[in-house]
């Protein structure tokens, strides 16, 4: 289980150097430097109907993932609701470095290079990567698949936002597209497929840990 959170910590840090030269060799420069149309506004009502939607379908569809979903909506939802500023500030800041150092703290203290350096901690990891690389090229081609059947062209690269890692996947999508085009932003358009990555992780994770329970 420590290898697993580990490799999971070196993906979201390697993410700069793993998925650029994925998405440049699946895009052509001028797809790099599509434009996204300015998004609208999202009202807070609907951002709290957007939390007891997807909680309620999770608990339906996979309910063995509806404890860690709930606990990530519950997040979302003291955020916008706008009644407990204070604990959705602490809840983003504080609490979230304190488990953030208590992880490290913890895994890195069981992990001895005579356990962590084995045929199965290595085979983890070169999985992991492999998974990481196949998922953003299979987010640049889906979107790149969706250009060829829409009138509104989407920038490639934010498909490869759609992982796990927020928000370093979609700044590296925004950083990428602004190589190609220095006044191209598609940073708030790449947040939306890199949220949905969170969630369809958190799905993942709650089935695995209901079958390894």
């Known amino acids: 289980m ?36 300015q ?7 609907e951002k709290l109907v957007f939390v007891f939607v997807v909680l309620g379908l999770c608990i339906l569809i996979v309910p063995s993932a509806a404890p860690l979903m709930g606990m990530l909506m519950f997040g979302n939802l003291i955020k916008e609701c706008k009644a407990v500023d204070r604990l959705a500030k602490c809840a983003a800041n504080e609490l979230c470095n304190i488990v953030t ?30 998974a990481f690389v196949i998922a953003t ?16 062209k989407v920038n490639p690269l934010i ?10 996947a979609a700044r ?12 191209n932003f598609v940073l708030m358009h790449a947040m939306g497929p890199n949220v ?8 993942a994770a709650g089935i695995l840990l209901a079958m390894c329970g």
């Open 159 to 168: 498909g490869a936002a759609g992982v796990s890692a927020v928000p370093m």
């Open 137 to 152: 090229a299979a987010g640049v081609l889906m979107a790149k698949l969706m250009n060829a059947f829409s009138k509104e």
């Open 101 to 130: 150092i208590f992880i490290g703290l913890t895994v890195g203290s069981k992990l001895s290079a005579d356990k962590f350096l084995v045929k199965e901690t290595l085979g983890i990891l070169f999985l992991g990567l492999t």
């Open 2 to 37: 420590g290898a697993i959170v580990v490799a999971a910590y070196s993906y979201m840090a390697l993410v700069p150097i793993i998925q650029p030269p994925v998405m440049k060799l699946l895009t052509t420069e001028a797809e790099r430097k599509i434009r996204m149309k």
């Open 39 to 45: 998004l609208r506004t999202v009202s807070r009502k």
């Open 196 to 203: 949905a990555g969170v969630i369809g992780s958190a799905v």
């Open 172 to 183: 590296v999508a925004d950083k990428v597209a602004r190589e190609a085009d220095p006044t």
